[in-house]
């Protein structure tokens, strides 16, 4: 009797003796060992080049002299986000996205230089990661491999034979899906290994147990497709075109395709665009910088009223402070509403792109992926939004000093009068109230929870195909 | 003629071949509309650009009537408009921004902010002409000739066909140029047909052609010696053939991106932002002495006008902002030539990768290349440079504001990039 370890061991050993298959497997083995290393490098480098820019940024920042504490704002404060530890596997849209922002009054600055920027005219793939060797690579490395594992019992006539001696169809198939299934495993240690480094770097053990799974799951999906060709293909030429035909739809034109789809179905507003459709809004709530703006009558006309005064010199606070801190918050209201549509446009166009993972197992599993590497586009925006959070919160604290501890009538005489500029200026202690930044990345829960979605895709794909697998298995004849 | 009709012959009845031609020709036809479509939308939304930003402009003139205040509050749209051939490859155009707004205050803290796509959308990469030309199309001539020689040899006619032959080599060359041609037609006629109706230049457009043809041709020559010399059978020959292409599409590319990097290392970029802010605002605090002696230096034509008197002027604030952008001059320089020294070198190294040299070769074509995001930064800097001129002549000598000297202030155009 025969048992599927059998078969899959009987087609270990075949593998192993031929010279091609094993000179293909250390070279892809090769491939993720040096992309990971390059990868683990480039991501040590920055994550030290960031945490480095936000001491000295913190430091520049409570360093300053006494002055006026309008001019703090206007200096303005950097914010760096470093990379997450599972950007060593896959730093998905980290490059592109840029890691620096500037705070300051009165805007809302983007994220500048992405290091995509200034890197070379790469052409087609860009900068190779083990993410996508395994999105990519791995699977024609699986395709060279399992494409005859039927077809050769067939075309060498073995079939029969091994079927005259009373071998099911199904331990057969079951047995070459275990060869394939080792073979996908082997495939998997590169990765357990990064995955193991990360974790030394303080990733989510669940979470990096995730990403394992979810890529075990995706060349689950491989596996299957291919040996679906195999059992129903009549020759190995055939198999193959067929199998490379699948790949090239998969991974180089669905997404693709996709993308470009989406583009047309949603498109967006540019942040030039923006700015100016905002600049609109924005010159009706007025400009705090001049506190007899037509805009902040009411605020002048409130604060008299409550401390029963006539003039705004006789204030107990410095109006300017008052209407400063106002029309930021005014502001910020309108740059949140233009920030916050422009995200959800960019969500939706990233959902609808990855909606195509229906048709393309790898658009799944790298939303998936980047999605668990926290290195996605909901990461990114959760970036801008923490440093907003920040810069919101450092310039009113310096608008409520302007108010609180600036007289008035020093405040409008400083562009003249020396004496009185000297005394609108504040102590540097007061600098303290930068809060440290620190972005944090969603909880492991959520991320999985997320990634599960896209989980489903390939589930449904495994299922699909299994299926497919087992109707032709039944109709296995040699 | 006779051998010729007779594989074209044998072509039709060759089914795979025909669904690779059919697929070659359909989605070479989706990147060009895709392409085309983009171009456009990039044109359509340019131009309502530049009319809001005239009339933001104008809102502004009609709301202030002082020199310093105007430059102070007017922006200035600056853009790359996509050329005629820019549908067949629209290149570094998703990633390097091609419009700006800018104004009078210190360029080095404007000319950095990207006016970027979706990165969902730019990791993913874009799907046109040139994407097909450089890393599909050696994929299509991989699948059309892999089995010429093997599927023969396992059908056992292989000896019996040479010799009826006579000249063995003919028949392959033969055999292989019906289908280069028929694919060469495939993938060059919607290219062909989309540039006619953008109006690209002609010899821009043949050289692209040709470009893509030598492509093709490296892959015929790839594709037939391997099957010359080996003796495989097709499976391990498509899968060889499939290697190269990922050593020569992929690897290679990679490897000389990374050499690159290494080998030209960049100024951090966060670093040209972190000094121009202290220049900037350290002047506050500065002397005005001190600060007009280093705008002075470069402007010598003022030096009998740069005296300051009050706490606050204008002429002293721009003339900080450009000190500003002169403090940083040597480590944007340094990020300029660097960006345009790894942009030689990737030219230069990349005929070790044909897929990545046809691509670059469109992109320079198209005007859509590293290259071409360089210089318009330089048409931007070039047009600053001019506005300042326009504004420092204002406000040094001291000019009344007036509508009529503010139509001679200087707007960008298409003429900055050249």
Known sequence: MMNPLRIAAD???????????????????????????????????????????????????????????????????YVFRTPAPLAIFDPGIDALTGDAIFLEGHRQNSATFASAQASTNLGGFGALTPALMYQLFVPLLLIAFGHSVILRERELGTLPTLLAQGLSTSTLVAGKMLALVGLITLLLLPALLVLFFALANGASAIVSLTVVLSYALYLLVWAAIIMLASLTSRHRSWALGVLLGIWFSWTLLIPRLGATITRLRIPTAGKIEMDLLMQEDIRRAG????????????????????????????????????????????????????????????????????????????????????????????????????????????????????????????????????????RTRVSAESWSLLKKFSFSRAQANDRISVAFRYWMMLIAWVAGIAVACGLATRRLAP | MRSIYRELRFLSRDRAAILWLGLAFVITLLAVTAGLYEVQSQRSRLMQLLQADRSDRRIVTEKHNDWGSIAYHSFHLTFDAPSPLAFAALGQRELLPWKHRIRMLALEGQIYEADATNPAFTSIGRFDFAFVASN??????????????????????????????????????????????????????????????????????????????????????????????????????????????????????????????????????????????????????????????????????WRGQADINQPFEWKWYYAFQQVGDQVTEPLSQQYDSGRLARNHLTTRLSFLAPPMWLEQTLQSLASTDVGAALSYEKSIRNFHAQLRAFYYQKLFEDQPFTAQALEQRPEYSKAHLH
């Open chain 1, 11 to 77: 087609e270990w050993r075949l593998w192993y003796r031929s010279r091609l298959a094993m000179v293909g497997l250390a070279a892809v083995i090769g491939l993720l060992a040096g992309t990971a290393t390059i990868t683990a490098l480039r991501v040590h480098t920055e994550s030290k080049d960031r945490t480095e820019g936000q001491v000295q940024a913190d430091e520049h920042f409570l360093t300053q002299p006494d002055r006026h504490p309008h001019r703090m704002i206007h200096y303005g404060h």
């Open chain 1, 287 to 422: 400009d705090g910088h001049n506190a007899t703006d037509p805009a902040f009558v009411n605020i002048r006309t409130e604060l008299l009223a409550q401390h029963n005064v006539e003039r705004v010199e006789d204030l107990p606070v410095n109006i300017r402070g008052v209407v400063a801190e106002a029309s930021e918050a005014a502001l910020t209201t309108i740059m949140n509403r233009y920030a916050n549509t422009r995200m959800r446009l960019e969500v939706s166009q990233a959902k609808a792109v990855t909606s195509f993972g229906w048709l393309s197992p790898p658009l799944a599993l790298s939303a998936a992926s980047q999605t668990l590497a926290g290195t996605d586009l909901a990461t990114h925006h959760r970036f801008l939004r923490e440093a907003e959070k920040l810069r919101l919160d450092f310039v009113q604290g310096l608008n409520r000093i302007h108010a609180q501890q600036l007289r008035y009538q020093d405040d409008i005489d400083r562009s003249r009068n020396t004496e009185a500029e000297k």
């Open chain 2, 136 to 301: 599909l199309l050696p994929l299509f001539v991989i699948f059309l000739l892999y089995g010429l020689r093997s599927d023969e040899r396992a059908a056992g006619r292989f000896e019996l066909l040479v010799a009826t032959a006579g000249n063995g080599g003919h028949l392959w060359m033969t055999r292989a140029t019906v289908r280069l041609g028929l694919l060469a037609l495939c993938i060059l006629s919607p290219l062909v047909g989309a540039a006619v109706g953008e109006g690209s230049p002609p010899h821009l457009v043949i050289f692209a052609g040709s470009a893509v043809l030598l492509h093709l041709v490296f892959w015929w020559i790839v594709s037939n010696e391997v099957s010359r010399l080996t003796q495989w059978s097709s499976p391990v020959l498509l899968t060889a053939l499939i290697g190269l292409w990922l050593w020569f599409a992929v690897l290679s590319p990679s490897a000389i991106h990374t050499v690159i990097e290494r080998l030209i290392p960049l100024p951090n970029g966060s670093e040209i932002l972190l000094t121009q802010r202290e220049a900037v605002n350290d002047a506050w605090d500065l002397p005005k002495k001190t600060t007009m002696t280093a705008f002075t230096e470069r402007h010598p034509q």
